[in-house]
């Protein structure tokens, strides 16, 4: 199948009804789960490899769906720094692409014994995994997730419904089409990958209620997006909040990895979840550290937000106000505090944090291993970047987001946290007494 007749079969118009487009797409996945939880591992990996090749093939026709989509978010006088989270080209394309290649190539979660253990009595245990069911994905402007989401669904043998942000309307799509092609290339059913096919927000809230078709919700995006989806789901949901990510630079930092992991945390890709928003910086080595961060992200072009001390030390900041602690900027703006050594850093975070992403920047083992077992946060990190809050840079291949909850999955979603377990139980014909 090309991707030109895949995107024919992929709906890309307002349904009329929503309701009922919605239980249509429930219950088409929820038949496709049933054949795919059995799928074997080569048809799988077959399907990720294709649908690979199909984004590869057919680049220009996702770049024209992708420029239909920016042209619309600059319309609506977007900022520069959502449109970086829209837009596509050749290279994020291939990087798509080469994601699903990843995905192929890790090992295949369903099946896999987690522990095995014999009973006096003779009885044989298994904790095996198997896939979840049926996952909703919901998530916000970035096409990549289209992708990623959809891969990592099919490699663990679950069904995905996938309803990106009205922003990705048309990128979404394109990218669904390649992945039907894949599936149908390996001869597994398309309706194991599904485009919600509105940008009605009414079909957000058939999503949460479609208890009886979905066994778990997964929200990518914003608090408001995030608070909707635990206020109203009839389903368990992951929680992903957003990035309020922190930089703490300790009295014991190397000055030279304190400038490098700060400009990193915070201006390598300023629209990602795991960019700093945060700066905290040790009372007892501001006076001569905060100036050289400070004039490392203004050179990089980075606006500085800080406290009364960060001020005095630093004139050309801005005053932060109480609501740039709890501000996910995702643009070139960082907020700045000056704190009472590690116990400061903690309380900050703690207070003000998502329990997304935080790292310390020192060089003495017993603040790092203070603040990495006090910080509660999915992800804590020592003399690195925020920015590897990726699954793919865990290993993973690639994630659906980072999981901020503490039920089930948290951290980088990937394959394996997509899947649940059964107990298989072998006997040779023991009752109990």
């Known amino acids: 199948m090309t991707l030109a ?20 797409i429930g219950k088409q996945a929820r038949a496709a789960s049933a054949g795919l939880a059995l799928a074997p591992t080569a048809a799988k990996n077959a399907a990720l490899r294709s649908a690979a090749a199909a984004m590869r093939r057919d680049v220009d026709r996702i770049l024209a769906a992708n420029a239909e989509d920016v042209a619309a ?10 449109i970086d989270r829209l837009v596509l080209d050749p290279k994020r394309i291939d990087g798509i692409a080469t994601g699903l290649e990843a995905i192929a190539e890790l090992p295949d979660p369903v099946g896999a014994v987690m522990a095995e253990w014999t009973r006096p009595n003779g009885l044989r245990f298994e904790r095996r995994r198997v896939p979840l069911g049926v996952i909703g994905i919901i998530y916000e402007s970035r096409p990549n997730v289209t992708a990623d989401a959809g891969g990592l669904c099919l490699k663990s043998g679950n069904a995905a419904i996938l309803r990106g942000g009205s922003e990705s309307f048309h ?27 509105t940008r009605d927000r009414a079909a957000v809230g058939h999503l949460l209620r479609m208890a009886e078709h979905v ?11 995030i608070e909707r989806v ?3 789901s009839r389903v368990p949901v992951f929680a992903h909040l957003e990035g309020l990510c922190h930089v703490y630079v300790d009295g014991a930092a190397d000055p030279e990895k304190a400038v490098a992991i700060a400009v990193n945390a915070k201006m390598r890709r300023t629209s990602v979840c795991g960019a700093a928003e945060t700066l905290l910086v040790d009372r007892v080595v501001a006076p001569d550290l905060l100036p050289r961060l400070a004039a490392a992200l203004q050179d990089a072009g ?56 935080d790292s310390i920047v020192t060089e003495d083992t017993g603040a790092a291993e203070r603040f990495l077992n006090e910080v509660d946060s999915a992800i804590v990190l020592h003399n690195a970047s925020t920015q590897f809050a990726d699954g793919g840079e865990f290993g993973m291949g690639a994630e659906i987001g980072i999981s901020t909850g503490r039920m089930h999955a948290r951290g980088p979603v990937g394959a394996e946290q997509l899947t649940s377990f059964k107990y298989v139980v072998r006997g040779d014909g023991q009752i109990r007494p």
């Open 5 to 24: 007749e895949a995107i024919s079969t992929t709906a890309t118009t307002e349904p009329d009804d929503v309701a009922a487009a919605m239980l249509a």
């Open 73 to 82: 978010a600059r319309a609506k006088g977007q900022r520069e720094s959502m």
């Open 171 to 197: 990128s979404s799509g394109a990218l669904v089409a390649a992945m039907h092609a894949g599936l149908q290339d390996a001869g597994l059913s398309v309706d194991a990958i599904q485009l919600v096919p």
């Open 215 to 225: 066994d778990v919700i997964v929200p990518r995006g914003g608090r408001s997006l």
């Open 230 to 232: 635990q206020a109203e």
């Open 302 to 357: 980075c606006a500085l937000r800080g406290d009364a001390v960060a001020r005095e030390l630093v004139a050309s900041m801005e005053p932060a106000t109480e609501a740039d602690w709890s501000t996910e900027y995702l643009d070139a703006v960082l907020s700045v505090a000056v704190v009472d050594g590690v116990g400061g850093a903690v309380a900050h975070i703690n207070r003000w944090g998502s329990h997304h992403t």
